[in-house]
């Protein structure tokens, strides 16, 4: 209870200015992307850092902060998977090479190469299909795109929500106690269940309104498990790397939440997912 003041003044912030640059579009939500992948990039640098592993973290920043800039310019997956794809190669090949010259035999080079692609995909790449998420629909109606991506940030946030509140309250048996001691099996299951009444809501109330790629409750609340699951493994998948690093939270960046890295670490699953789930509805007969 000692940081509710500090994560609700955070929210309070951070929330209604997101959603207008999501509702903005364009460049506005390419930077907030860019930015958040750019932050995010950093303190997972960071976190192999504290493991020993010296990544070309400059370079990776870089390149996990154009790749969202690249999607604002590139809007429909093809164009942007093309150019991603020689991205990474690009920095895969410059990074090997620089480890031949900076880091040799002995500087763990492997690591150091590994770390700074990884970094790049597993943030920059995926907070780009925000973009491609927000351009799907008819581009004159903003709303349209605006609930496309706020979709997986809803459910996600009810899911994170649902497993804090019955977790702590009536959880008992751990899921994952080496990974994060303060999940519980009860807490994740109630978590999974918020997340599918939360996407069938946004179904039935927001998303069966747009053209083409809209999804009644029934379509929506099946997403909302699979949103749900993948949101949950993208969470301790970081808590598995602040363990490995041996820290709390990626960084002191947001009062009372921890780093850029902790409060994405399910989007950074869920956003890429949605666009393919929604994708694929809209191609059912």
């Known amino acids: 209870m000692a940081g509710l003041g500090p994560r ?56 996990a902060v154009a790749i969202p800039l690249a999607a604002t310019l590139h809007d429909n997956y093809h164009d942007l998977a093309l150019l991603a794809f020689g991205a990474v190669l690009f920095l895969f090949l410059i990074t090997a090479g620089m480890a031949v010259f900076t880091r040799g035999a002995e500087g763990r080079p492997l690591e150091a190469v590994s770390v700074t692609v990884t970094g790049v995909v597993y943030t920059g790449f995926t907070l780009a299909f925000a973009s491609l998420l927000r351009s799907l629909p008819d581009a004159a109606i903003a709303w349209h795109g605006t609930a496309l991506v706020i979709f997986p940030l809803w459910v996600t946030w009810w899911g994170d929500t649902g497993a ?45 309104f747009i ?49 850029a890295l902790d409060r994405l670490d399910a ?7 949605t666009y393919v789930l929604i994708i694929l509805a809209a191609a059912l007969p």
């Open 8 to 63: 609700l003044t955070v929210a309070a912030i951070g929330i209604p200015l997101a959603a207008a640059l999501i509702y903005l579009g364009g460049w506005y939500l390419g930077v907030l992307m860019a930015a958040a992948s750019g932050l995010s990039a950093m303190e997972y640098y960071g976190l192999a850092r504290a493991r020993g592993i010296e990544a070309f973290s400059g370079l990776g920043i870089a390149f």
């Open 164 to 208: 804090f509140f019955f977790g702590s309250r009536w959880g008992k048996t751990k899921l994952q106690e080496a990974v994060s001691p303060g999940k519980t099996r009860f807490g994740a299951v109630a978590g999974l269940a918020c997340s599918v009444v939360a996407a069938g809501l946004a179904g039935g109330f927001v998303l069966q």
């Open 211 to 259: 053209p083409e790629y809209g999804v009644g409750w029934g379509m929506a609340a099946a997403m909302g498990v699979i949103i749900g699951v993948v949101g949950q493994i993208g969470d301790l998948a970081e808590s598995a790397l602040k363990r490995g690093a041996g820290v709390k939270d990626s960084s002191t960046l947001l009062p009372g939440h921890g780093g």
């Open 267 to 273: 989007v950074f699953f869920t956003v890429p997912l």
